[in-house]
């Protein structure tokens, strides 16, 4: 896999100087690049470590000035961050999986799969299932029954797809993720101590002890097209509708999606975040890493949330939140420092009580 | 998968009114609801879309005025979220697998399969493990040397069962999810930061740096009667006892439970949520979405932790907790209305230290 | 698997008194014991339960009175903790899996396996894998293109290992473990809402709704010698250079490590910790069960953290923290009570301000 750098520039739409003609194998940090690699070097401090590696040429930003660099030749970007796109599209070295049926894989006969599909060992594919064109289904994977893939989707090792699913088109699951999963639904006989303390907020009082019964899922999942769902997460099904996640939304590793959830398009949600059930997300939404959503409440389009943020009611659409609970990120940043002044704060609300009431001498 | 209303409500234990023998082949919600589908209406704002749709049957709550909506026939449920259970149950789809034994599957001459068990391709059943009758084992899923299944269980695809694990009867686990995994157990040959720090809470000073030896874990997992668990959860075994969880005890995806953890009866953990070494949880507990809990402490019977809860203590029966730390709900909810006046009562501070030192002049 | 009591005081090291010839065949609880099982009672507390039980020996603390606990034998240990490690390792049963290669596997031609390696049914070990001698890789396991596993490694159930990963010696991961899915790294062709927010902390403002392009993964995963990995625990792929995990480093179930992550040597990741990408960390670190750690932070050597502390900055060497945000762990167990006593706060200053305001006559 070899380009050169006039090649590799006319397909980043950027522009190439030097000796475009070098040929590159792959690209690398500039301090341990080698002759026939592309140094990524997006900033003047990276660019500073050009010297340590044998780069003879660099991804660099757009005004850089790159023979000062002893570089033989450069691409410059206009946005070096977005041209990682691109650039590392082009390098991308796969799994390496040869195309076609393993004959071990299991594919019931009722499973629909379209041209140029492969499907790697142990994999299982059910009554009914649809798999687009040209997609890849990777080893040991399951697909459940009436379960319908996109064309051109991907799953990694070990992806578990439940039945009835439907999945849009360019649909990439990371090793392990699981979709269609039961929601986790139950009830009591009787009011449980749970409904009990939302009413009132207090301790669960006279609540009997009752055991659980079961909220079967009789809904799906819905997957627009240009999703990508990371490794081990869960996406469970609805009860009555679908659980939804909208097109171009991307979802990291470990997120728990629950039952009924619906998520809008182009949100990235970050590694352990969860959702609870029935809670809808608009579009555009950032959950950053550790978020967790209560059930039933609504996140507006554009709400960007902060590392460990917890948010317990609605977000109107455009907030930046942080903390626990969520609270606009200034005022959450502005509690922080307040927490590093609480006690300071008590010594003297103690001070001014002791001077109050005993006021100095009037003479 | 046909029935009338009439036998919905008989199944159900509730009153059918209205032209009771149109047949229903399946649930939804009021506005999406065909001529055969029974529409869920639990509430009455749920019951004003029912003209949105084209449901002739519904389901009400107890004393609604059916024929105000324009139904032909009506199930009307004391409670009706109660009513959902036996309503999603009847309806359950489930995933489609043939009975009986798939040829690809593994399964140890030495292991003992009740009657009526069916077993799903590319799964290993080990030496001496006991697969009680009827239970479904799902495609992919995993059955360790000596664990035992009691009668009536289904193992979604890709669950994996550790050696000497044993679980009652009627169990269900989602895709993915691990039982007896190795406990998280490591020690160093001298007293660790760790060890020192419990005792200071301060820095950790002079410990020098040592490596981790691994405790091994010879403990199994014991899971009582109708236990479910989620999706890729995992629960460890026990270091020399085992670790524990009560009968009828329902625990959510991707939930961590620790080596020597014991569960009580009755209980949900809900998402997310990590359960530390060696923590005892009492019956009937509820621990809300992302709740943590430390290590060696215990939480009473009925206790009910909020979202993203923080357990570092022992929490007496019957407490409904919030926040991190964890404390009472309403002492939560009073801290983060505070939280929202910090910076006024930092300014009124201010203000009364200014006011307190420069008294206004007495004349 | 029998051992006397001599022979066993002899492999941990440690003193054997009284009849050392008894034969045991496994370790107990002390009220759990068997006549054939050592009791293991490190402290007195427990050593009391020996009564309960029908142990002949025990392992105790170093000066205990063992005699006085009615036993014929004894092992005492000075640090009995330790002691456990051994222990626990002598009587470990394992997964009971036989030797050799599994007819089902499926082992590409060009992978290379070292003597005595065994593979369990359904593993895939792809083109170019080297797994190293005495190697035992577990059923339905996943080891890909070109990835390296050092010797004595131990895969269970279900591990997915994605291409070119690298794993030193003695590695040990539990069932589900995922190395090697691609990093979670998305960008917008202009300047996203995300990157305004960092530096603006407030509202998103103007920024205009785009759609995520992939930065593809090129770089791997390095494991060193002597680690561990929890069970459904997922570490990506590095973008351009590898993530990498130190020698000696133990990390728990359902832990998320981001791409190009780098953790240091003999460091302690407990139960659903997440660390975003590009962060590094020190070594001997121990982080607590649920704590988050931002991206592109750095965490020194010897650092703690208690459960559920998040990480929003870098740490230096040494430091114990605690709490969101992370503070040194005495300020948050300082502000822990502050948060208990911040109602009675608010009502001190109220009344000030009404005391200052209207102060007592002046007569």
Redesign the interface.
């Known amino acids: 896999m070899s380009h050169t750098i006039e090649q590799i520039a006319a397909a980043l739409g950027t522009r190439a100087v030097g000796a475009v003609g070098i040929e590159i194998d792959?690209?690398?940090?500039p301090a341990?690049a080698s002759a026939t690699q592309l140094a990524?070097a997006m900033k003047p401090q990276f660019a500073e470590r050009l010297k340590e590696g044998a780069a003879r040429a660099a991804v660099l930003w757009e005004d850089a000035d790159w023979q000062a660099y002893g570089l033989e030749a450069a691409i410059l970007a206009p946005?070096p961050?977005?041209a990682?796109?691109?650039l590392?599209?082009m390098?991308?070295?796969?799994?390496?999986w040869p195309e076609g049926i393993h004959p071990?894989a299991?594919i019931h006969e009722g499973a629909l799969l379209g041209r140029g599909v492969s499907v790697?060992?142990?994999t299982?594919i059910?009554?009914?299932a649809h798999v687009g064109e040209d997609c890849v289904i990777g080893?040991?994977c399951?697909v459940?029954?009436?379960a319908r893939i996109g064309p051109q989707g991907l799953l990694?090792?070990?992806v578990?797809i439940?039945?009835?699913v439907e999945i849009g088109a360019r649909f990439?699951a990371?090793?392990?993720a699981?979709l269609?999963?039961?929601g986790?639904s139950?009830?009591?006989?009787?009011t449980s101590?749970?409904e009990q303390?939302r009413k009132s907020?207090?301790?669960?009082g006279e609540?009997q002890?009752?055991?659980?019964?079961?909220?079967?899922?009789?809904g799906a999942v819905e997957i627009g097209d240009?999703v990508?769902i990371?490794?081990?997460t869960?996406i469970?099904r609805g009860?009555?509708?679908s659980t939804r996640v909208g097109d171009?939304t991307?979802i990291?590793?470990?997120v728990?999606i629950?039952h009924n959830v619906e998520i809008g398009r182009?949100c990235?949600i970050?590694?352990?975040v969860?959702i609870?059930g029935s809670t809808r997300i608009g579009?555009?939404v950032?959950l950053g890493?550790?978020t967790?959503v209560?059930?039933n409440i609504f996140i507006g389009d554009?709400v960007?949330t902060?590392?460990?943020t917890?948010v317990?009611a609605n977000i109107p659409a455009?907030?930046?939140m942080l903390?626990?609970?969520a609270?606009?990120?200034?005022?959450t940043?502005?509690?922080?420092k307040?927490?590093?002044?609480?006690?300071r704060?008590?010594d003297?609300?103690a001070q001014?009580?002791k001077?109050?009431s005993n006021?100095?001498p009037?003479d």
Chains 1, 2, 3 share one sequence.
């Not at 792959?26 to 940090?29: H, L, P």
């Not at 390098?91 to 390496?96: E, I, Y």
């Open positions: 792959g690209v690398a940090e341990a990524l946005r961050r977005f990682m796109s691109g590392t599209r390098f991308d070295r796969g799994q390496g071990s299991i790697g060992p142990f299982v059910e009554d009914g080893p040991q399951y459940g029954q009436g990694r090792e070990g578990k439940g039945p009835r990439i990371q090793p392990g699981v269609g999963g039961d986790f139950f009830v009591t006989p009787e101590g749970v303390v907020l207090g301790d669960r609540a002890a009752q055991s659980w019964a079961r909220i079967h899922s009789l240009d990508e990371g490794a081990n869960t469970d009860t009555i509708r171009g991307k990291d590793n470990l728990m629950g182009d990235l970050c590694g352990l969860g609870a579009n555009h950032v890493g550790k967790g209560s059930d554009n960007i902060g590392g460990g917890i317990l455009g907030r930046v903390g626990y609970p609270m606009k990120m200034e005022a940043m502005e509690l922080f307040g927490f590093r002044r609480l006690r704060l008590f003297d609300v001014l009580k001077t109050v006021p100095p009037n």
